[in-house]
């Protein structure tokens, strides 16, 4: 009999009703296979114990906050189990210490080392339907621990790998995942299948689909993952080692980020070490560059600029002015009015002059493109905010990515 490892999202619990949906959902499953079911807290209660936290204290300590956080999970786990046994099902449910999540310390953030999983294979043998909470785990000091937001998704892909499930059933409020985003392109095209570093590359560009950390342990266990909707019955999109057929295709489809600003330092002397004092001030605070350009130098001075989460900006912009006053710099800009737009493909490895047709694509429409930066499968450049509906869509069109050629390519 195969084992499925399913995860429903907060926006698929949100309710009782839902829950009542999902119940339904999971039963229909059981019927053929043996089941074990993660589920995030409802709809926006993680969100809301966060505030909850914020209104108590302003930096709250972080294994309180990890004591708060988990109760979420388990709400959904018992209330889940409940609905399956109204459905005559035997079902039980486990929090993360129980079914032995171990992580290390790092409260708020903290990364899976081992899990026993004893008592979810005890309750599949025992014919029951395990529920396991997402989100949560145990030190080895047996402190609640949690994994960062989004983290249901890792548990289940790590309950997956643990079990050797045949696949880990990723269900939420998209049916997949798709050429581009489809609010913005009409005819985008939902993927059958996409490879585990593609699917990194568009969850770190902007892609909301799957949690980061969840696809790098998929690809490190090999656990297929199937993103689809929970409430559509038909297939989604399977993240998988990459087949030789994928390449074919020189791009697998167009992502856009919103959410970041662009920072730059005017007039820094240029002389070795200033990157590092630059990088070393923001990185000391926690805060994640992306695109960092560093102009070529005139009379001895340069422009540095990145991207960064718009969030992080404020913080940036201000250990940023003390390092430009320390080195000589004439001082910090920032624009928020930015977007990244991406391609991404594994057939880039093996055709050339894709960059230069993300170029020309752009240039055609006039957008000018004001920092680019590229990987092994993807190119992004960062272009005036209000062009990146146009932006995306051209590139689409460019990249024959509509529903007309779904036929020849995946
Ligand atoms: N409930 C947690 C969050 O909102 C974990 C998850 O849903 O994946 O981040
Ligand atoms: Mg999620």
Do not use: W
Not at 180 to 189: E, F, K, L, Y
């Amino acid at each position: 009999m195969t084992l499925i490892v399913q995860k429903y999202g907060g926006s698929s619990v949100a309710d009782t009703e839902k829950i009542g949906n999902v119940a339904r959902r999971v039963a229909e499953s059981a019927r053929g296979s043996r089941l074990v079911v993660v589920v995030s807290a409802m709809g926006k209660t993680t969100d809301g114990l966060v505030n909850l936290a914020h209104q108590i204290a302003p930096s709250p300590d972080p294994r309180e906050m990890d004591m708060l956080l988990a109760t979420g999970e388990q709400v959904t786990i018992a209330l889940l189990a409940m609905a399956l046994h109204g459905l005559g099902h035997k079902a039980r449910s486990f929090t993360g210490p129980q079914v032995g999540m171990r992580t290390d310390r790092a409260h708020t953030k903290a990364r899976i080392k081992a899990i026993t999983a004893e008592r979810v294979r005890r309750a599949l043998e025992a014919g029951e339907i395990a529920v396991v909470a997402g989100f949560q785990g145990l030190s080895d000091e047996d402190e609640i621990t949690t994994l960062g937001r989004g983290g249901s998704d890792l548990t289940a892909v790590a309950l997956a790998a643990a079990l050797a499930a045949d696949v880990c059933e990723i269900y939420t409020d998209v049916d997949g995942v798709y050429t581009a985003d489809p609010n913005i392109v009409p005819d985008a095209r939902k993927l059958g299948r996409v490879s585990y570093d593609e699917m990194l590359e568009m969850a770190s560009l902007g892609a909301k689909v799957l949690q980061s950390r969840s696809v790098e342990f998929a690809k490190k266990y090999g656990v297929p993952v199937h993103v689809r909707s929970t409430f559509k019955s038909d297939p989604g999109t399977l993240v998988t080692m990459e087949d030789p057929h994928m390449e074919s295709v020189l791009v697998t489809g167009v992502t856009h980020d919103r959410g970041q600003a662009k920072v730059s330092i005017l007039r820094v002397p240029d002389r070795p070490g200033i990157a590092a004092q630059v990088f070393g001030g923001v990185a000391e605070r926690g805060i994640v560059v992306d695109m960092i350009v560093q102009n070529i130098s005139r009379d001895g001075y340069t422009d540095i600029s990145f991207t960064l989460p718009r969030t992080d900006r404020d913080r940036a912009v201000a250990v940023l002015s003390e390092v430009a006053r320390r080195i000589g710099a004439e001082g910090v800009a920032h624009d928020d009015r930015i977007a990244k737009v991406s391609i991404v493909g594994v057939g880039m490895r093996s055709h050339s002059g894709v960059a230069a047709r993300m170029f020309q694509t752009l240039s055609r429409e006039g957008i000018n493109i004001q920092m680019i930066s590229t990987s092994e499968i993807a190119v992004s450049c960062v272009i005036e905010d209000k062009y990146t509906e146009l932006a995306v869509r051209a590139l689409h069109d460019a990249f024959e990515l509509g529903a007309e050629r779904a036929a020849t390519s995946r």
